[in-house]
């Protein structure tokens, strides 16, 4: 106490709430993921996220369209041997289930971050371009992925990739 006053709880605005409550869903969705991915639990979790954060349906088909280019470029990565994600249903997919849907759940956490975050097109490009090649180290350090050994060119691809897919997901989500 102040003056005989309590400390005032600073006031925040339903986007400031809405972004802390996402933040914390998709961390916790990417961190069960990548430590015991769980097919089940994981749509579990996407339901639950829906019914606690509910969006129109553009914008779950733009997360849809995000995750499958997500997910293809993924599978671009795997078959150069750049990462291997460890998969429990081998044989299945190029992609492991898993992951496609942690896609998912990411590319509808971008678009809302991006969509909330007010920075020019240089700070989204070098957000991506740092955060999306840590969840690849990430991963590999929790035992779900394999990289390969670490190189220039590999992480600027993974730069180059993330920093234009924040830049490409500010572009489809201004537009919805």
Known sequence: MMN???FARPKLSPQTRQLLLDSAVFQLFW???????????QLVALGLWALASPW???????SLMTA?????????WIQAGLFTPHDPLPGLFI?????????????????????????????????????GPLSYVAAAAL???????P???????FALWWGL???????????S
Not at 143 to 149: E, R, S
Not at 151 to 157: E, N, Y
């Open 68 to 76: 499958l280019l997500g997910s293809a470029v993924d599978a671009l």
């Open 56 to 62: 129109p349906w553009r914008l779950w088909l733009l």
């Open 95 to 131: 992609v492991p289930l898993w992951l496609m849907l942690l896609w998912l759940a990411c590319a509808r956490y971008l678009l809302m971050l991006v969509n909330c975050l007010a920075l020019p097109a240089y700070g989204l490009f070098l957000l991506g371009a740092t955060t």
């Open 165 to 175: 897919l924040m830049l490409m997901i500010k572009f489809i989500g201004s537009k």
């Open 31 to 41: 961190i069960g993921s990548v430590a015991t991915p769980h097919i089940v639990m």
């Open 143 to 149: 035992g779900a992925a394999t990289l390969a050994p």
């Open 4 to 6: 005989g006053t309590p």
């Open 151 to 157: 190189s220039i060119s590999l992480w600027t691809m």
